[in-house]
């Protein structure tokens, strides 16, 4: 066979695969059916009071349907109960790591990987706050310094894959893999222990997050060695989890630093995969997308991130049920427009609503 022929026959492979991968997009497409809600129209500077501190904290890899009712989580089923929650609210894409820059960025960095030794070089909220004289920490529980740079810990911190006894994550921390951050990031980075005692002395930043370990974030650690909590034991990871917001979340509203103009946002990277993808209704349910979910332009599916619980926590306590359509850029707009901040990237569009029903008691 001549090169040209072999040539031909190469090309006919490519292309037969390409249509193959279309059709089957198609049918994916037409399976699945609609995706995108109707935004619900809000004045370009919604009135936001504003916050004397904000804090995030960011659960992994759980929807509404793996948490809500569910006996292994009675201190979530309490906040959604007691405090406010968004009931169709969902994350901005999968997998894990493009949620944490979206939330800072409002982009994603054209990312779906959850390679840890990705960079971005977008403008971020902590930019925003800094410029404004604003203060703003990142708290990572089980990392061992301010200053580590590795990709996880225990482990071999520089492996692109999990060890199997790691509990930091550097794809769950994405001040670190923001670049102008870099060389501010150890003055901003404290571990879990640290802040806890900022919490006792009543001196907390005006920005806090808080990227739980693997273990009490609700992921999981893979199979090998050390492997204290199984990615596959989801009921325990759910318990370990309450546990851990159980302890965490009084510890920061009974603060001294805590007061009537403080927000606490707690919320999940993306839904969990379902055991069958092949289902039409669990595949439309894992890719259920948030007003800006990335879409894919030649078959227009929206690649979302799935329903994920929202549970806002305001001042004193307010019960506030909610049916706004939002995703993790309504965090950030939300938080932009209390503090007068341009909005950043997807932030910016009139399908990403501020969270408005939360704070119109305030």
Not at 226 to 252: E, K
């Amino acid at each position: 066979m001549s090169k040209w022929q072999s040539g031909k026959k190469a090309v006919r492979v490519i292309i037969g695969g390409a249509a193959a991968i279309a059709a089957v997009a198609v049918a994916v497409k037409m399976a699945i059916g609609p995706q995108f809600q109707r935004a619900i129209p809000q004045p370009s500077r919604p009135p936001v009071p504003n916050f004397s501190h904000v804090v995030v904290i960011m659960m992994e890899n759980h929807g509404d349907a793996a948490l809500l009712g569910n006996r292994a989580a009675p201190y979530i089923n309490q906040l959604v109960r007691r405090d406010g929650f968004d009931r169709n609210y969902f994350g901005v894409t999968h997998v894990s790591l493009p949620n944490y820059v979206a939330l800072l960025t409002g982009e994603t960095g054209h990312t779906h990987s959850d390679d840890p030794n990705q960079t971005f070089n977008q403008r971020s909220l902590p930019q925003q706050l800094t410029a404004v004289h604003k203060t703003w920490q990142a708290v990572m529980q089980s990392i061992p310094s301010s200053n580590f740079q590795g990709n996880w810990y225990p482990g071999n911190a520089q492996s692109t894959t999990p060890p199997s006894n790691a509990l930091y994550a550097k794809k769950h921390n994405p001040f670190a893999l923001l670049l102008p951050l870099r060389s501010s990031l150890a003055r901003h980075t404290v571990t879990l222990s640290r802040f806890q005692e900022e919490l006792q002395q009543g001196h907390v930043p005006q920005f806090v997050w808080i990227t739980p370990n693997l273990c009490d974030d609700m992921h999981g650690q893979q199979p090998g060695p050390g492997n204290s909590c199984p990615v596959s034991s989801s009921q325990h990871l759910v318990q370990s989890g309450d546990r851990f917001l159980a302890r965490l979340i009084p510890q920061i509203i009974h603060s001294k630093s805590w007061n009537r103009r403080s927000v606490l946002f707690l919320t999940w990277d993306e839904t969990n995969t379902p055991a069958n993808l092949l289902s039409v209704e669990n595949l439309r349910r894992y890719l259920a997308p948030g007003p800006a979910s990335p879409v894919v332009p030649w078959v227009h599916i929206a690649i979302g991130g799935g329903k994920i619980p929202l549970i806002v926590i305001v001042g004193q306590g307010e019960k506030i049920d909610t049916n706004l359509w939002a995703d993790h850029y309504s965090i950030l707009k939300t938080i932009e427009d209390s503090w007068h901040l341009r909005y950043l990237g997807h932030a910016n569009s009139a399908q990403v609503p501020v969270l408005l029903p939360f704070f119109k008691k305030q």
